[in-house]
């Protein structure tokens, strides 16, 4: 399954403060692998600096909360599953048929 995650940066401290957290979670980011098994296919950076985001395919949700959940202290996740535009217009097409079908 598909799913387009985001994230922005958990600041609030002083300068100094959320100068550290950014280096902490650059760090922590420098050693981070992609777990096997799930594929990234878009990984980009906000250019204001404050988040990103990223299309991301894996069979085990799972996977997304440990991986999430190891940059939890710097960063707020939001992750939606989504489906490719083609199938997307696909199911809308069947739900228009449907319900012209209906008198």
Not at 1 to 29: C, H, V
Not at 35 to 54: N, S
Not at 82 to 94: F, H, L, S, T
């Amino acid at each position: 399954m598909k799913y387009a995650m985001t994230w922005t940066s958990r600041l609030g401290g002083s300068g100094e403060d959320n100068e550290k957290a950014m280096k902490r979670a650059l760090e922590l980011f420098s050693k981070w692998q992609p777990p096997a098994g799930t594929t990234f296919h878009q990984f980009v950076g906000r250019l204001d600096g404050e988040g990103g985001f990223a299309i991301v395919e894996t069979d085990n949700s799972t996977e997304l909360l440990t991986e999430t959940m190891k940059f939890a202290p710097f960063n707020s996740f939001q992750i939606h599953p989504v489906v490719d535009m083609a199938d997307w217009a696909q199911a809308a097409q069947q739900g228009i048929d449907f319900r012209a079908s209906i008198d």
